[in-house]
């Protein structure tokens, strides 16, 4: 039978519009069974503790388990490459981290791309360090400080959680736009790196400001400056490393990315609902313990970060010429 021209072309456009129609009823649907958050490191980390309480705000705001799963190892490598190698269905998504971002240039040779295999969904939280030191050290304020380790240089020793952490690059571009020379002391984590700071074995350390804001209040160490571009309310009489070092800035970002070519709809759908948590009175607050500042905006603006940072960093792994352990 041969149809009418009319009616022949109302069909095919009908058909044609078949898959936006499915593709939106798909994400209008969406969750339908659980959903996995991969978070490459240890329970009880920064970013398991993160990704726990994202995921509980989009079980109750979605009407299904949102459940993390740690894939740590790999300096956070294996959990990020298997979300990467996950069905790009919007039911397995990453705890992305600035460990992301610096890895992409700290390694040489890895399985992926991230900034070609993750699509960014929304950013949470950015976390400030301290750069704290040993009451030893007689300086008290970042100049002082800068002009003591270019009169002493390779005398003081810098730890870290670890070669390539956030901390470490921290360090590392501190030395970079100073020109102060110390030697790099990696540990096996924070707790071993802040312990040797409060025993005096190493005497500067960058950390997070939750791990030492107790012993910062308590005189055991002394800060001289956050890390973020702008004073931190949790310590707003410790001035910022910027404010004496113009353009210095390093924090700790956390989000939620999904494997590349996972549909827009379902992409938006999440970074909506999150958006929709950081705005939560009770999410803030518990947000707020962290003492952090909370990343709202699109997916867009996650991604425009991500590649900020990643670029950044890779300068600095390059200046200091940073292998991996």
């Known amino acids: 039978m041969k149809l009418p021209r009319r009616t022949f072309l109302h069909l095919a456009a009908g ?11 798909r994400a209008q649907a969406y969750p339908t069974r659980p959903v996995r958050i991969i978070v490459a490191n240890g329970a009880g980390s920064a970013p398991d503790t ?22 740590s190892g790999g300096g956070s490598n294996i959990g990020t490459e298997a979300a990467v190698r996950a069905p790009s269905d919007g039911y ?14 700290l390694f040489d040779k890895l399985n992926f791309v991230f900034l070609r295999d993750i699509a960014p969904v929304a950013g949470i939280l950015s976390l400030p360090y ?22 002493n240089p390779g005398k003081l020793n810098l730890g870290s959680p670890g070669i390539g952490t956030g901390p470490h690059v ?20 924070a707790p071993p790196a802040l312990t040797d700071l409060l025993g005096g074995r190493v005497l500067v350390l960058f950390v997070s400001t939750a791990a030492s804001i107790e012993h910062i209040r308590s005189g055991k160490i002394r800060p001289l400056a956050v890390t973020t571009a702008t004073r931190w309310e949790g310590l707003p009489d ?7 070092v113009p353009g210095y800035e390093a924090s700790s970002m956390y989000g939620l990315g999904a494997p590349a070519n996972t549909p827009a709809e379902i992409i938006n759908k999440l970074n909506k ?19 952090g500042t909370v990343l709202t905006g699109s997916s867009t603006d996650f991604s425009k970060l991500i ?15 940073i292998k991996p352990e």
């Open 92 to 105: 397995t998504l990453l705890l992305v981290s600035t460990a992301n971002a610096i890895n992409a240039t």
């Open 238 to 244: 410790v001035p910022s490393v910027a404010e004496f």
């Open 273 to 291: 609902e999150i958006n929709a948590g950081l705005a939560d009175p009770k999410m803030k607050a518990r947000l707020a313990d962290f003492g």
């Open 15 to 25: 058909a044609a519009a078949l898959p936006a129609v499915s593709r939106f009823a």
């Open 307 to 321: 590649a900020e940072e990643t670029e950044k960093w890779a300068k600095v792994i390059r200046a200091a010429n």
């Open 130 to 151: 301290a750069m704290v030191v040993h009451p030893s050290v007689p300086a008290k304020a970042v100049p002082e400080f800068i002009a003591y380790a270019k009169t």
């Open 50 to 71: 993160v990704a726990r309480l994202v995921g509980s705000w989009l079980s109750e705001r979605l009407g299904q388990q949102f459940v993390v799963e740690n894939r």
């Open 170 to 189: 921290a360090g590392e571009l501190f030395k970079v736009m100073t020109g102060v020379d110390m030697v790099h002391v990696p540990y096996r984590g």
